[in-house]
Structure formats: structure tokens, C-alpha cells
T-cell receptor
């Protein structure tokens, strides 16, 4: 099955800093999503982005499907950005596979 | 409903008992997914439904696990003869269709003593 690798596994930032999270996948995909899991465990859908670039406020994402990677950019980070960021992909029309996540901690 | 609803939010049970976890998806969503997340781990795919059909059951950990969906809406995940290793948060998500955006519920935290 398709493999998903996220990097870095952990990241500590000072409030106001920028960061880039990466997701590599092993096969072509028809679905790619980025999620944020907050410290209380709730998973929030950030981007549905099997290809192209999207922006939502301080967050943006780019997927280069031909090169099998996606990037999530966080600018001017805030303490509320802390949590785990997951990339999930699907190439079979149903089975969305999650990476192991990047745990982000933003310090005030 | 407005969002994906899961119940119970917390369940503590004794080893060997059966448990049922319920998921009520967003109204109109045809696809429904179950995942499991152990403490500090990523999300493990269990099963998905398109309508009432489950094309891929390969993620179910053992034959003690089963799931059904009726009326294209509510789904139930049943774990028989629970074991301590079944302790985890069970997450349900729904989507307007396969390869669509997933929206997650808040999960059911299962603790097996």
C-alpha cells in the first residue's frame, strides 16, 4: 500500500516564527489532506489539496503531485498552533492513510 | 447533523466485555470511516463505508472487531471480548464521497481494565 512520511517528527518554535512541514508519499494520489490535532484531541481539517496551492490566513499548502510531496507552511506562528499536524493520502478511492505526524510546540 | 457525532465519549469496561461505539455522520455524507488512535500514536485505518457497503475491511485488527452501517447513516463499531490492547480513542469521520474531504468527530475513548 501507499506509504506516507512526514518530517520533521517534532518542531519547537518561538511565537512569531515561520515553519514548513513536509509530507512525502510513495505513489500517485487522488486525495491528500492536512489535519491539525489540537491538544484536546480534536482533528480539524486544514486543507484538501491533492494538487496545487491553497491559502487560508496564516496557513498555506502546496502539493506537487508529480514529485509526490506536499508542504504545509505556517507563518507568524501562535501558541494556538501547537498540536500535531497530520498528512493523509489516498490512491484507492476510499482508504485514507495517515502519516505519523509532526508535533509542533509554539513557545510564547 | 451539523457535525460528526460519536457516542459514548468515554467508555471504561472490563476485559472480556463487549462494547459498541456509535457514529452519526454529517447529514448527506455517503462515506464513513473508522480509525483508531493509541496514546501518542498516529491514526490507524480500520474500515470505511460507501453507503451501507464496506469495500475494505482489511484494517480491522481481528475477528473480534465488526462494523455495520444502516440506512446510509449511523454506523456502529462493535468490539467483542475486549482486551487491554483495545484501549484507544476510536475516531469516526464522514465525507461527501470517496476521495472527498473528511470531517472527524471528537472520538470515543475506550479504556479496558
Amino acid at each position: 500500500g501507499i506509504q506516507v512520511e512526514q518530517s520533521p517528527p517534532d518542531l519547537i518554535l518561538q511565537e512569531g516564527a515561520n515553519s514548513t512541514l513536509r509530507c512525502n508519499f510513495s505513489d500517485s494520489v487522488n486525495n491528500l489532506q492536512w489535519f491539525h490535532q489540537n491538544p484536546w484531541g480534536q482533528l480539524i481539517n486544514l486543507f484538501y489539496i491533492p494538487s496545487g496551492t491553497k491559502q487560508n490566513g496564516r496557513l498555506s499548502a502546496t502539493t506537487v503531485a508529480t514529485e509526490r510531496y506536499s508542504l504545509l507552511y505556517i507563518s507568524s506562528s501562535q501558541t494556538t498552533d501547537s498540536g500535531v499536524y497530520f498528512c493523509a493520502v489516498d490512491n484507492q478511492g476510499g482508504k485514507l492513510i495517515f502519516g505519523q505526524g509532526t508535533e509542533l510546540s509554539v513557545k510564547p | 447533523g451539523a457535525g460528526v457525532s460519536q457516542s459514548p465519549s468515554n467508555k471504561v469496561t472490563e476485559k472480556g466485555k463487549d462494547v459498541e461505539l456509535r457514529c452519526d455522520p454529517i447529514s448527506g455524507h455517503t462515506a464513513l470511516y473508522w480509525y483508531r488512535q493509541s496514546l501518542g500514536q498516529g491514526l490507524e485505518f480500520l474500515i470505511y463505508f460507501q453507503g451501507n457497503s464496506a469495500p475494505d475491511k482489511s484494517g480491522l485488527p481481528s475477528d473480534r472487531f465488526s462494523a455495520e452501517r444502516t440506512g446510509g447513516s449511523v454506523s456502529t463499531l462493535t468490539i467483542q471480548r475486549t482486551q487491554q490492547e483495545d484501549s484507544a480513542v476510536y475516531l469516526c469521520a464522514s465525507s461527501g464521497g470517496l476521495a472527498g474531504e473528511l470531517f472527524f468527530g471528537e472520538g470515543s475513548r475506550l479504556t479496558v481494565l
